[in-house]
């Protein structure tokens, strides 16, 4: 190699060096999870906080709230057992505790002001599934960093014609199924005005920056892809070999009801500002509420992701309540109806539980806009499962353990519309050290026995809930594959399957669906809307 | 002419297989039952953890892959309930020679059936629990010692009073969907039941994992 050549290259690895810090510092990647702007103290880089906790009981919420000056903002980088200990139970105690911190640190505000009163959250700046998987498989806009108080749809909602003056605003992207019909085209739900409930699904800027960084935004960018999909771990820095400590992937899946007067009036929810787009000839303000909170993430411990569910307090009852006539108290001691998907004292043949309504699904097709006057059709919902023992000497039952974990949260955070928040619980893989392996794909069991085996948000994943316990029995509260479990259907995601190309198949996404809503560059309009 | 349907011959062969296996074990039985155990104000706690040694011992899979630390299928407690309903005796004899105690140290299996000269119930009380790990359905003690002695004993055969079946079935019942479903006949065959698979996509067209990957604890 002559001296010219190694000159050369070496003036040239300068120069990736340089632009690469000078990209670092002008997008502000230091300002952490909430990729927000650091030239204000406020911002602090990442802190992965010390989960360790020794009980329910003991949880020590100074030291939560001390994660950050501001406020309960410590995004927790990995999940720990309870005293370290490794039976299932205290397993599952330690994964309920990082999904709570979990909640906190994403719903705090935005601007770094601790959880309280309500306001746009950290995690409601990330980047939308339809300003990442642009039409005709065009590259998405970099990761946004705010100067000011970062707003809802910072991070950066494409402009849509018909639909201006999105700033601040989330906007729900009615012209994709996604938004209305749940996973496996399951069925849309509809509240007890005659709303649909809608969905958006969000990425945090490690899972942002990976698809961007490796052009996975488009279909052309996958197949020329030759690595196995494999997105940023988070570490505590305590896993053996991986003392970095890094937040890694998130992707969030959130459902919001379509808020009314009364619902505003009573302030229990979330609420944020909305555009309803369905098409540029139709783009409504609406009122957002907050009813139910998927987060997916991947740590260097667990490869198969930590997926954590919560749920609004009123959105249905469980079948045990609906069994002990709570609904009907409900009713008499709050003067109406609490629930969002459920109607008390109403019969099976009016009201038949976990249905979907005959016909067409589609907005347009119902000729539904929102509010009708004339509802055609409202949910009847109960929750059901999760039916977990921990088959130890314990006397209580998952639910029981989390259900006392939701009481020690809520009294920290009482007074607020967060205290209206449960989790349901954690979903996790439980074989080690099968967890911690690369490439999951390449082991017998990719999945590693998810724990528990089957896991439901009543907004989210409605009509492939377990089973009834009526209908269960004794026997195992679900059917694989069919009923709904985080980790084993996300363990079928794929990048996007093409079938005008012989030579690329889709291949494994790492636990993501996200990557098959690519579009490619060569797209017609029309398929680009499918 | 005796048809000899799939589901016998499987066993049948699972049966061979298993036994070759427990025989060239080489972990020690105590080793296998060393484990903090969380349950210990449960009376049956410490049987279970004798009954996954056993069962490691008699299946050639290892015990953790059985039942991992954390089981969310409890197969361990299934089998351990249908061989603990159909002899109890015997089993709790078969526990307790296998983990030893003081003053009495712990018998391999080949020990233990070597002493089984009585009636044999050890011998087909193993054949059961072999049976049920691998195929996660029970197959009672009796009926399998009916079947073993066929003409050899027509008051107790099977083929003497069914002798004009179309099929020869020792009768069984699957123990549950999901002993089913992880049972280990799948393992071993480095395989999945129809209909249901956690592998992920494109699986069918690669080269399983190694069977030490299905039969052992991962490193």
């Known amino acids: 190699m002559t001296l010219n050549r190694i000159g050369a290259k070496f003036i040239g690895s300068l120069a990736i060096i340089m632009f690469l810090c000078s990209v670092t510092l002008t997008k502000g990647r230091a300002a952490g999870q909430a990729g927000q702007q650091s030239g204000a103290e406020k911002f602090k880089p990442p802190v992965c906080p010390d989960l360790s906790f020794e009980g329910f009981d003991t949880i020590k919420f100074a030291k939560i709230t001390a994660l950050q000056p501001n406020g309960i903002s410590g995004l927790p980088c990995d999940a720990e057992a309870e005293n370290g200990m490794n039976d299932a139970r205290s397993l599952q105690h330690g994964f309920d505790y990082y999904s709570w911190l979990t909640f906190l640190a994403l719903n705090s505000p935005a601007n770094g002001a601790a959880i309280g009163p309500d306001a746009p959250t950290v995690w409601e700046t990330y980047k939308q599934l339809p300003d990442v998987m642009l039409p005709n498989g065009k590259a998405p806009e970099g990761w946004v960093v705010s100067e000011k108080d970062p707003l809802v749809g910072a991070n950066k909602q494409v402009p849509l014609t018909g639909c201006p003056d999105s700033e601040g605003k989330m906007i729900i992207h009615m012209d994709m199924e996604e938004t209305y019909n749940e996973p496996f085209k399951s069925g849309p739900l509809f509240d007890q005005n005659g709303n649909y409930a809608v969905f958006v699904i969000f990425t945090n800027e490690a899972m942002f920056e990976y698809i961007d960084h490796n052009a996975l935004y488009n279909l052309e960018g996958q197949e020329g892809f030759k690595d196995e999909v494999d997105f940023p771990n988070g570490s505590d820095g305590k896993a053996k070999g991986h003392p970095e400590t890094t937040v890694g992937a998130i992707m969030i899946k959130a459902s919001w009801k379509l808020m009314g007067p009364s619902d505003i009036a009573k302030p229990k929810y979330h609420i944020i500002n909305g555009l309803l787009y369905r098409g540029p000839k139709s783009c409504i303000p609406v009122k957002l509420g907050l009813i139910g909170f998927h987060v997916g993430h991947k740590t260097v411990t667990r490869q198969q992701w930590i997926w954590t569910t919560f749920e609004h307090h009123d959105n249905v009852p469980t079948e045990e309540e609906v069994k002990n006539h709570v609904p009907e108290a409900r009713v008499a001691n709050e003067n109406g109806n609490p629930y969002s998907f459920y109607k008390p004292a109403c019969n099976e043949s009016d009201c038949p539980v976990n249905q979907t309504p005959d016909g067409s699904w589609e907005p347009d097709n119902l000729g539904w806009n929102p509010f009708p006057k004339n509802p055609t059709f409202k949910s009847q919902i109960v929750r059901t499962g999760i039916h977990t023992k921990f088959n130890d000497s314990g006397t209580t039952t998952l639910e029981d353990d989390v259900k006392r974990l939701n009481d020690v949260f809520h009294k920290q955070i009482t007074g607020t519309v967060w205290a209206n928040y449960d989790l349901v619980t954690t979903q996790w893989p439980s074989g080690f050290p099968c967890a911690g392996k690369k490439s999951p794909g390449k082991l017998p069991d990719p999945s590693c026995t998810p724990f528990p085996t089957f896991l439901a948000n009543s907004t989210l994943e409605t009509f492939s809930q377990p089973l009834q316990r009526s209908e269960a029995g004794d026997r195992a509260p679900g059917v694989p594959l069919a009923t709904s479990s985080c980790i084993s259907c996300h363990n079928n995601a794929t990048t996007k399957p093409t079938h005008n190309n012989a030579r690329t198949i889709a291949m494994r996404s790492d636990f993501t669906y996200i990557l098959e809503k690519a579009h490619s560059t060569h797209e017609s309009a029309k398929e680009n809307n499918k | ?219």
């Open chain 2, 1 to 219: 002419m005796t048809e000899i349907s799939r589901r016998t011959l499987i066993a049948g062969v699972t049966a061979t297989a298993a036994t070759a296996a427990f025989g060239s074990m080489l972990i020690s039985p105590s080793a296998l039952i060393a484990q903090p155990s969380p349950v210990a104000i449960d009376p049956d706690a410490t049987a279970r953890l004798q009954f996954k040694a056993v069962s490691g011992a008699l299946t050639g899979i290892h015990p953790d892959v059985l039942v991992p630390n954390v089981d969310p299928f409890g197969t361990n407690v299934e089998i351990f309930a249908k061989a603990d309903v159909a002899d109890t005796n015997t089993l709790r004899t078969i526990l307790s020679k296998f983990s030893g105690s003081p003053g009495s140290p712990p018998k391999t299996v080949a020990q233990i059936l070597a002493e089984d000269t009585k009636d044999e119930s050890a011998k087909f009380l193993i054949r059961s629990i072999i049976l049920a790990w691998y195929l996660g359905a029970w197959y009672a003690p009796q009926d399998l010692r009916k079947n073993f002695y066929g003409d050899k004993d027509p008051q107790h055969s099977y083929h003497s009073t069914r002798r004009y079946s179309q099929e020869v079935l020792i009768p069984h019942v699957v123990i549950s969907p999901n002993a089913y479903t992880n049972s280990v006949v799948w393992r071993v065959a480095q395989a999945h039941p129809m209909g249901w698979s956690n592998l992920q996509f494109g699986y069918w067209g690669q080269e399983p994992p190694e069977l030490e990957m299905f039969t052992k604890p991962l490193k």
